[in-house]
Every structure is written in structure tokens, then in C-alpha cells.
């Protein structure tokens, strides 16, 4: 958002092997479709206030709590509860994780054991999905500086996701055109673009411009899957930027224009090749400010939009001085996002405020109830200006090697392993299905490959107080693993990060400490 230092081998042989820290997942995935539950409506996002967010369920949703709950299994311990599957109830298929990599992602490649960081973002992290800047002719023409960068981390991806039988998916998103497309050169958000001598708004050489972009970085080596025009439309900050407005005016060119102009500068060009374009990516995930700018796009050329995309910062009660967020107030807006544009591929595309267990929750919730498929950090590298774990950032960079204390030139941060507890064995294709714990503390969410063989749970318990559980009972399994993260209210260090606990036990109870993210992978 800000240009300031914002503060799987997946194979692991489940259970089959060792596990840790760095443990490894396994098998490919393919694609499905989807919607959510009641332990998904009811008790997704539940902070330690143990209020009700039942109140923002809609009918359908109503039904299956009320059905469901009353058929639970009872355990002979009333003390533990059930945590229940149901594959039969399915919802969104997943397109995949990932983060940004934009300004200081280079300094990754001046620090040593930068093989290791890599497995940390598509091997171990499984991120799939890379978000990377357009700068072409930033500098000059026909250029771009940041193609080397891009490439390395691309090169990156495609090596490790590939033991997987996976490709990696860009999106490449534009902060500012060049400046000789901008208002009076100016590469900052206040400007919007120039006009040419007739008065008229420069939207077709805007998108040759686009046009020209993806061909050099294409060339380059870099596939270019999608596309968003304008990173938060609806926000003009001093650094790079470009406004748009719904509707043109004198100062400001209209986004649907230009959004369109780019479309067919990209059919022209690319044909059936050409990057599947998503809009608005908005600063807020408010259905009605996305539709704004949507709207012209759907009334005139509704196949144009291959997703509908959106940030975090407007919408919720978040504070990044603080680094605090509240999970569950993204709650209703989530809910109105599926419900007037869920018709399309639904992608959150930037967020990094809060603490991990916060990450972990906000994740969970629009997984849930926006029933998202793609969520994407902000930052995977940023240049490392803290001192805590908890940055705002799931990689910290430094320039030099000698500068940090273990001598990498990065370090893993605790927002890196909330993501992962997602993103590594949920792959891309995998179906969301009905998830229920029957507690207004335990968010949950659970996830089933396309054959039906591997299913992955998320538990997060957002309360003070730990909970025992009999996990998924009537699920047959062959074997297993489990990931636990303690984060705590604050994380302070990795020691309680992602540890292996190996394989369910025989009578499958398991403890969900107070504030921790419990990932349950079971292979049939």
C-alpha cells in the first residue's frame, strides 16, 4: 500500500516422514467450485469476546447451522468437543496464496543462503500466486529495471512449485504508467492521465502502453497470468500512483475507459494468449465502492473482468501505527462482496496489519464468508526496519548480509508462518467444504483435494483458554499430519511457530491451546 517500510517439495511425506519446521507436503491439485458454513458463518473470526456473529448469517446459511448442529456426535468427555467434516457441502475452489514482491524484493539476492529463503516462500510456504509492479519504461524505453529481479523470484517459483506438478501464477499490477502517459509527468497518485491535443484522455496509447508492457515481460521470461490496471484506484498517494475516477471528469480520466482500452489493446495483440485482466483492486473491500467502478465495465463489456479484486485497508477497523486489526468487523462487508459480485473469481489482494493470530483469523473470515479464492499478502521481502517478529512483512531484508545477525541478510517474520498454516497444503483447486466446531472461539475452515484423498482443516482458537477436540471422527484416514503455531496475543519469536506435532492420535483428541492456528492435513 504505502511506499514507506510499512511497519512444498511440498511432498512431506505426511506422516509418512519426519516433520518440522521445514517439513515438505506432497501431491498436485486440480480446480472445483464453491460458498461457506455455520461453524464458517458462526464461528469464524471470533475473537475472545465470545460475541455471536450469527447475526450476520445469511438464510441459507441459517439452515445448515440449525440442521447440522443438532446431529452432532456426542463424546463420552463433555468437556471435548467435535469437530466435524462434511465433504458433501462444498464451496469456492481455491486459485491459490502468495504476496507482492515490489520495492526492496532485490535486496533478497544480496544476503547469503537465498536457495533456503526461496524455499521458504514456494516450498515449504507453497505460495503459489506472485504479485509483481510494472516499471516497464520507468527508466527508459523498452525497459524495465526490475525484469532481473522478477525473473529471479519467477525462476524461483517455477523450479520449486514444479516438484508439485504446479506452475506459478503472476499478477502484475501497476502503480503508475510511465510518465510520459501521466499529467504533467508527474509519477505520483496525483496525477491522472494526460490528455493529447485534442483535450481527449490518452486511453488508447494507455493501453498499447499495457500492451507493450506484457510483451516485454512475457520476452523477458516472465509469464503475465493476470492483470489489474490501477493498485488501489481509489487512493492518490505521493509516491507512485495514477487516479482514476468512476466517471470521467476534467481532471481525472475514467477507469472503465481505460480499463477497457487495455482489454482490447490485449485482445488485439495477444489473442486467446492475452493475461486475464481483474478490477477494481481497490483500497476498500466495500462492495458498493467496488461496484463504482466496476459497473461500466460489467454494462459494457461484462467478459472483459476475470475477477474482482480488492485490499483490506477501508472496510474494517484496522490501525498500522499499532499493527492491530480486528478481524471480525470485515465481517458484513465480506458477506455483501459475495453476494453482489461473487458471481466472479473474488481476489484479496493486499493486507499486512495485525498480529499473527490476527493474520491467521482475517484470512480464515474472508476465506469464509467473502468465500474468496485467492488472498495474497502485502509484502513477501521488505527492507527489515524492526526489531520484532511481528512485522508487517512476512520476509525482512537487509541490504547487506553483514548487517543482520544470523548472517542471511533476512529472516522469516511471524506473519509468515499465519499465511503458511494456509498456503502450503491448501493448493490451488482445492474445494472448500463445510467445516464445524460448534464454538463461537474456534474458527475453522477445511479443504478438499479433487480426488477427495487429502482434506486439510484450519483451526484457530482466538480465546484465552485452551480447547480439547475429537477431530473430524467420522473421516477416514490413512495418515496424517499436524502444524501448530502458539502465537499468542503477540509472537515474539519462531520457537512456537509451525511445529510438527506428527500424526493424530489414535482417539483423535487433540488440544488447541489459547490463541493458536492448528493446520490438520489427512490423506486417504
Given amino acids: 500500500m504505502k511506499r514507506r517500510i510499512l511497519s512444498v517439495l511440498f511432498a512431506v511425506t505426511l506422516i509418512l516422514g519426519g516433520c518440522g519446521k521445514n517439513s515438505t507436503t506432497g501431491q498436485t491439485q486440480e480446480n472445483i467450485g464453491t460458498d461457506v458454513v455455520v461453524d464458517d ?131 502484475m499490477c501497476c502503480w503508475s504508467p510511465a510518465t510520459y502517459l501521466k499529467e504533467g509527468g508527474d509519477r505520483s497518485g496525483n496525477a491522472s492521465l494526460r490528455k493529447n491535443d485534442k483535450g481527449e484522455y490518452c486511453y488508447e496509447e494507455y493501453g498499447e502502453w499495457w500492451a507493450e508492457a506484457v510483451e516485454y515481460y512475457r520476452n523477458y521470461g516472465i509469464a503475465v497470468d493476470y492483470v489489474s490496471i490501477q493498485n488501489e484506484v481509489d487512493f492518490a498517494p505521493d509516491y507512485d500512483g495514477c487516479t482514476f475516477a468512476r466517471e470521467e471528469t476534467d481532471t481525472q480520466a475514467s477507469y472503465a475507459k481505460a480499463y477497457l482500452a487495455v482489454y482490447r489493446a490485449f485482445r488485439e495483440r495477444f489473442g486467446d494468449e492475452a493475461p486475464i485482466m481483474i478490477a477494481p483492486e481497490t483500497m476498500s473491500c466495500v462492495a458498493t465502492d467496488m461496484l463504482g467502478y466496476v459497473r461500466p465495465i460489467i454494462d459494457a463489456c461484462p467478459e472483459s473482468i476475470g475477477g474482482i479484486a480488492h485490499h483490506l485497508y477501508v472496510g474494517g477497523e484496522g490501525d498500522g501505527d499499532t499493527n492491530t486489526v480486528s478481524p471480525t468487523s470485515f465481517v458484513s462487508h465480506f458477506m455483501e462482496t459475495q453476494q453482489f459480485l461473487g458471481e466472479y473469481p473474488l481476489w484479496q489482494t493486499e493486507y499486512y496489519i495485525g498480529h499473527a493470530i490476527d493474520t491467521a483469523l482475517l484470512i480464515n473470515n474472508c476465506l469464509v464468508y467473502e468465500r474468496a479464492n485467492y488472498y495474497l499478502y502485502w509484502s513477501g521481502p521488505w527492507a527489515d526496519e524492526c526489531s520484532t517478529f511481528e512485522n508487517t512483512y512476512l520476509c525482512g531484508t537487509y541490504w547487506s548480509s553483514n548487517d543482520w545477525k544470523n548472517d542471511h541478510g533476512w529472516r522469516l517474520t511471524a506473519d509468515y508462518y499465519a499465511m503458511r498454516h494456509f498456503s502450503e497444503y491448501i493448493r490451488p483447486g482445492y474445494v472448500r467444504i463445510q467445516s464445524l466446531t460448534n464454538d463461537a472461539g474456534i474458527a475453522s475452515s477445511a479443504y478438499l483435494s479433487q480426488d477427495g484423498n487429502r482434506m486439510v482443516c484450519i483451526l484457530i482458537n482466538s480465546t484465552d483458554e485452551e480447547r480439547d477436540y475429537v477431530i473430524a471422527p467420522d473421516r477416514e484416514c490413512d495418515s496424517s499430519v499436524i502444524f501448530q503455531s502458539v502465537f499468542g496475543l503477540e509472537c515474539e519469536n519462531e520457537d512456537d511457530c509451525y511445529q510438527c506435532l506428527g500424526a493424530l492420535p489414535e482417539d483423535r483428541i487433540m488440544t488447541l491451546p489459547a490463541y493458536s492456528v492448528t493446520t490438520i492435513v489427512m490423506n486417504k
Fill in 41 to 171: 458463518v458462526g464461528n469464524a473470526g471470533q475473537e475472545d469476546t465470545g460475541a455471536d456473529t450469527t447475526d450476520v448469517m445469511d438464510e441459507d446459511d441459517k439452515e445448515e447451522t440449525d440442521g447440522t448442529q443438532e446431529e452432532q456426535p456426542q463424546t463420552p468427555d463433555k468437556s471435548v468437543k467435535t469437530y466435524t467434516v462434511n465433504p458433501d457441502t462444498t464451496f469456492q475452489t481455491i486459485g491459490g496464496f502468495g504476496c507482492a514482491y515490489t520495492w526492496y524484493s532485490d535486496w533478497l539476492f544480496k544476503g547469503k543462503k537465498i536457495d533456503e529463503a526461496l524455499d521458504a516462500f514456494f516450498q515449504e510456504g507453497g505460495m503459489s500466486v506472485l504479485r509483481f509492479k510494472n516499471e516497464y519504461e520507468y527508466d527508459r524505453p523498452d525497459y524495465a529495471s526490475n525484469a532481473e529481479t522478477m525473473k529471479k523470484y519467477y525462476d524461483g517459483a517455477c523450479e520449486r512449485l514444479a516438484k508439485i506438478g504446479e506452475k506459478p501464477i503472476i499478477l
